[in-house]
């Protein structure tokens, strides 16, 4: 099992910044790829980010393209998504997951993912 904990969300008005953080704990070597997503009221769950946690590059979704920055800290099994230049269509409740994908799957499916964080939320007023 992989326990996620996510913190940092909260209301900021139209331009502003914030960032989430994603504390993996258990057995966290199960898994090879970290990610986020959102769903707002209504909608389904949708990619924002992804990063291995052996190295490479992060995957973004276009929406959140030089706005949004996925980073990790392997020394304390923690991810991050530092959020900029906020749009009121970011808000939503944001998700942090983890998964061990092999070949072939695709980090943009939810259904790739294993465990869940319970969600933090993130408000931009405007």
């Known amino acids: 099992q992989v326990q996620l904990v996510e913190s940092g969300g909260g209301l900021v008005q139209a331009g502003g910044s914030l960032r989430l953080s994603c504390a993996a704990s258990?057995?966290?070597?199960?898994?090879?790829?970290m990610g986020w997503f959102r769903q707002a009221p209504g909608k389904e769950r949708k990619f924002v980010a992804a990063?291995?946690?052996?190295?490479?590059?992060?995957y973004y979704a276009d929406f959140v393209k030089e706005r949004f920055t996925f980073s990790r800290d392997n020394a304390k099994n923690t991810v991050y998504l530092q959020m900029n230049s906020l749009k009121p269509e970011d808000t939503a409740v944001y998700y942090c997951?983890?998964?061990?994908?092999?070949?072939?799957?695709?980090?943009?499916?939810?259904?790739?993912?294993?465990?869940w964080g319970q969600g933090t939320q993130v408000t931009v007023s405007s």
């Open positions: 997951a983890a998964g061990a994908l092999r070949s072939g799957s695709s980090v943009y499916n939810p259904a790739e993912y294993d465990y």
């Open positions: 258990g057995r966290t070597f199960s898994s090879n790829v």
């Open positions: 990063i291995p946690w052996s190295g490479g590059n992060p």
